[in-house]
């Protein structure tokens, strides 16, 4: 066991870099405790989580570690920072001398690393006081380029304001590996973007008595050309590292690029353009991600991680990881912190979730830390740094610097066609603010935009127009693009922004035709909630503003939604209303589509005559118009609603007749609905082989549409005829996987269909108690929705528990109600369901003669319609009960018929049954080898299936006569059943 303490004795934030230097080199704790000789990885894991240090005698080991295993041999900057952070901070070991310096690092190195540097000049700025991180890939890669093996090393570090290209310049100036190579020295200018030529003069002339250079020689040398001349000639072919920070103009970095054969260059700027025109390609320099954010937060108040972490995260966020951000609330909470008050922090904290406040906070710098373009001011702010930026925009440029700050800040992108039609100025107006880094390309045509810079355009907005605009441009967007779903997911934040927007502002044009436009998405999508507050807000306005049209359409959509969320009397309510007020205007096209949507609600509803009168009458107008799109729809659910009375062969024909419609438009998302319908009446049918390859093909659609409710509905099909089938462990997976997706997105409707399949399964395997969970859930949510069909299956299974437990009474009366609801509705097929359950009853009650009237009804009443499931269960009871009663030529009869409609409906489960009860039958009748080969046969598929019935039909196996005696039992006319 680890060992123990109260509380770490080092800073676990410290230590931990041993633990993440371990793992980027693929090693466990125990491959480093065999490393350092030790039988157990307790030690290793107590070094990196601040418990206990290693012995100093592990000293000259530990540098090897660090230097081969953990490969910090080329990373000197680093080496230094674990080594000063962890063994000379933390375990109190002593810093590196120089004979150590020398042995590790070279002759080159061990001045620079031990201390001993003195000779070595360098005009770099102080290192920050805090640890770079997150960048360590990046100063690699720059590293590998500026030590490449060629002549004048160019590398340029571009990025947004506040990214920290200087703060990566700077650590790279310090670094060990850098300053051992270039050991003669490191010049360094900062340009900025008022430079004139004047002030590069001025850097050269630094540069030219660092070199030696007398001051006379430099006064003479009045030129740009004389004076570079000069430097160049005076560096030779000495090992120098040029840092350039802060570049506007390419003229001017190219005047600085002074360096002889032996040297590197390294320009930072915020130009990408600049970038590429002094170096050929550039090092992005990118915001922190989350992790590296909540690490430098950390390196000022490291307790805020332990007590407030959440809170941490979200500030981090606040700036979208940007180092100079993170940097400045940093100092303000360390400062609030030190107090030692609670309460303090919290209200730094408050005032930095303003985003005015968080902004414009301001961070004190030195002299030397003054920004190049900006050295007159002992201050910094994320707006101060943006503002440069902004200041060198022409008037154009930034007032769409403004305008496009309505949009949602990164990760969210917006198009070109948006930005255009936002900001209202030319393309090269965006361009232009591409190249100066203030807007990010994410795509081709796609653009997106820093929080912070989105945060400073937003308070410097003052055209209030562009809030029009982009309502306008969205409003416009939805219409034409409604059906487009995979379109109006990329733009999903926009438009949603554009909603709010309209509504806050009073667009109530633009509000209603957003809300409209955008339900269909909305709906399919599962955002049913969205969907609810934005028609809610558009009926509201379109009413006051006397639109009928936009009334009907807004009670239309929330009909459609209500119906998808299974509350089935509210979508009654708004889309009868909306059929009062179409009626009352003449707009037969509306009309038309709401009675569609209300025969499906009526459908659900077990109103089946007031469905059809719907569909019929709506069937009128869209032939009328010749409308293909909606005539599909009524062919479809014209097919759904003889599906459930059993009118099968009309059921296949409208369904038949909607796939010609919508393959004529080809809209995949209808094909796909149609589709499923005919998988489901060959489930029903028994075709189950062709019902999986229907459903498979309509997931497939479902999941490239993401169409989440379609995909829960499909999954669970599949479930049912994976069961079917025999693969049980699938089915268990499906059902499971499609009820996240119904519960996730809040489809209760389906969520009934689910929760009593996956309760069946497990009902078969066993598993009782979580079978009656579902169920009884199952239910509740039925009943509910007001939804009799399920209801009456629910209160049909929870009879069948009650039944199997001997719970006589209470299973009749689950089967009263049932029943009275299934002749409610007129459903066949639970009528025959409930028939044959209580059947089951009157044989546990040994009244035999009734549970044959019952099978037998329950038989016809099944083949009447042509539903291959119930009859397939009617059959197997009936056998069973003539099983009982020893009549054996109709018992024989029976499982016959039941093998044959089980094997062409290749039901594994069936088979198995009708093979038990031949098997039987055959031991009747004394044939005991053809009773072992059935019964083997019928135990090998239900224990495939994990049925629990295999447990009995294993035990009948075990009492048959055993191989050798059943000659002489046979003779003996012995009877086992």
């Known amino acids: 066991m680890p060992k123990k303490y109260p509380q770490p004795r080092y800073k676990r934030k410290k230590t931990e870099i041993l633990r993440e230097l371990r793992e980027a080199a693929g090693l466990s704790q125990e491959e480093v405790a065999n490393i350092f000789g030790m039988g157990r990885a307790d030690s290793v894991r107590d070094w990196e989580t601040g418990y206990s240090s290693p012995r100093r005698q592990t000293r000259a080991r530990f540098i090897q570690y660090l230097l081969v295993v953990l490969r910090l041999q080329h990373d000197h900057g680093k080496f230094q920072q674990v080594w000063n952070g962890v063994m000379v901070d933390e375990w109190g070991w002593d810093p590196l001398g120089p004979d150590e310096a020398r042995e590790y690092f070279g002759d080159q190195a061990y001045r620079i690393v031990s201390g001993q540097a003195s000779a070595f000049q360098s005009l770099a700025p102080l290192a920050p006081a805090h640890q770079l991180v997150g960048r360590n890939q990046m100063l690699r890669d720059v590293k590998a380029r500026l030590l490449a093996k060629r002549n004048v090393a160019l590398c340029a570090l571009s990025g947004k304001p506040g990214a920290g290209k200087t703060a990566v310049a700077i650590a790279l100036a310090h670094d060990l590996e850098l300053q051992a190579h270039f050991r003669d020295r490191i010049l360094w200018a900062g340009v900025g973007r008022g430079a004139r030529e004047q002030d590069i003069l001025e850097h050269l002339a630094l540069w030219a008595s660092v070199l030696g250079i007398s001051p006379d020689r430099i006064d003479r040398a009045q030129t740009l050309r004389d004076r570079a001349g000069l430097v160049h000639r005076a560096i030779g072919m000495q090992r120098i590292l040029i840092v350039i920070d802060d570049v506007w103009d390419i003229n001017f970095a190219i005047a600085l690029r002074v360096g002889g054969d032996n040297c590197a260059h390294l320009v930072t700027t915020r130009l990408p353009v600049v970038a590429i025109d002094f170096a050929g390609e550039a090092t992005n320099v990118q915001e922190l991600d989350e992790d590296n954010g909540l690490a430098l937060l950390s390196e000022f108040v490291p307790q805020l991680l332990v007590d407030e972490e959440e809170m941490a995260r979200e500030l981090v966020g606040l700036v979208d990881g940007l180092p100079l951000g993170i940097v400045i609330m940093g100092r303000h909470l360390r400062r609030a912190a030190a107090s030692g008050h609670p309460r303090r922090l919290r209200e730094v904290v408050a005032q930095l979730r303003q985003v005015k406040e968080r902004i414009y906070a301001e961070m004190p710098l030195s002299p030397l830390e003054a920004h190049p373009s900006r050295p007159d001011r002992s201050y910094v702010s994320i707006a101060a740094a943006i503002e440069i930026s902004d200041d060198a925009l022409d008037g154009s440029s930034r007032r769409a610097l403004r305008a496009l700050s309505v949009f949602p800040a990164k990760p969210n992108s917006f198009s070109e066609d948006a930005a255009l039609a936002v900001c209202a100025e ?528 294993r035990a009948w196996l075990d009492a048959l006569p055993a191989p050798d005696t059943r000659e002489e039992v046979a003779d003996g006319r012995g009877n086992s059943g």
Do not use: W
């Open 426 to 953: 030319p393309l090269q107006v965006v361009d232009t603010l591409v190249d100066a880094g203030l807007l990010e390309s994410s795509a081709p045509e796609r653009y997106m935009m820093h929080q912070s810079i989105h945060d400073y355009g937003t308070l410097s907005l003052t055209d209030l127009a562009v809030h029009q605009r982009m309502a306008t441009y969205y409003a416009d967007y939805v219409l034409a693009h409604e059906q487009d779903h995979e379109l109006l997911a990329q733009d999903y934040a926009n438009i949603t922004a554009a909603t709010v927007t309209a509504d806050e502002r009073g667009y109530d044009e633009e509000l209603i035709r957003l809300c409209n436009g955008f339900a269909d998405f909305l709906i399919i999508r599962g955002h049913y909630s969205s969907a609810v507050g934005y028609l809610q807000k558009a009926h509201q306005v379109a009413r006051v503003l006397g639109y009928p049209l936009h009334v009907i359409q807004c009670l239309r959509n929330m009909g459609r939604v209500m119906e998808r969320q299974g509350n089935l009397k509210e979508a009654e309510a708004y889309l009868s209303q909306g059929v009062q007020v179409a009626e009352g205007t003449g707009e037969e096209a509306e009309l038309a589509a709401l009675l569609l949507l209300l025969g499906i609600v009526k459908t659900n509803l077990s109103d089946f005559t007031l469905a059809q009168d719907c569909y019929e009458s709506a069937l009128k107008v869209a032939e009328k118009r010749q409308d293909v799109r909606l005539q599909s729809h009524l062919h479809q659910n014209l097919g759904i609603l003889a599906q459930k009375q059993g009118a099968l062969g009309v059921a296949a024909r409208h369904f038949r007749q909607a796939l010609l419609f919508v393959e004529a438009l080809g809209d995949q998302r209808r094909i796909s609905g149609v589709l499923g319908n005919m998988g489901a009446l060959a489930y029903q049918r028994g075709h189950y082989k062709l019902a999986k390859d229907l459903f498979t093909r309509v997931l497939g659609i479902a999941q490239s549409l993401r169409h989440l409710d379609h995909e829960s509905n499909t999954l669970g099909n599949l479930g049912l005829v994976a069961a079917k089938l025999g693969d049980t462990e699938k089915a268990m997976s499906l059902y499971n996987s499609a009820i996240s997706v119904a519960r996730k997105i809040g489809l209760r409707e389906t969520l009934t269909f689910l929760l009593r399949s996956l309760g069946t399964l497990l009902g078969e395997r066993g598993e009782m108690e979580q079978e009656r969970s579902l169920y009884l859930e199952g239910l509740d949510v039925a009943r509910a929705l007001g939804h009799k069909e399920r209801i009456a299956q629910y209160l049909l299974s929870l009879g069948a528990i009650a039944s199997d437990e001997k719970k006589f009474e209470e299973a009749q009366a689950y089967y009263k109600e049932g029943r009275a609801l299934a002749e409610g509705i007129g459903s066949r097929k639970l009528i025959a369901d409930f028939d044959r359950n209580a059947g089951i009853i009157a044989v546990n009650l040994d009244d035999y003669a009734t549970a044959e009237k019952l099978f037998e009804r329950s038989l016809a009443a099944a083949r009447s319609v042509g539903l291959p499931e119930s009859e397939i269960m009617a059959l197997t009871e009936l056998g069973e009960v003539y099983l009982m009663q020893d009549k054996l030529q109709p018992a024989q009869d029976v499982f016959q018929q039941l093998l044959g409609k089980a094997e062409d409906t290749d039901s594994q489960q069936d088979i198995a049954a009708a093979k038990f009860g031949l098997g039987r039958l055959a031991a009747k009748h004394g044939d005991y080898d053809e009773a072992a080969t059935l019964g083997q046969e019928s135990y090998s598929i239900y224990l495939s299936l994990k049925h629990r019935y295999a447990e009995n039909i």
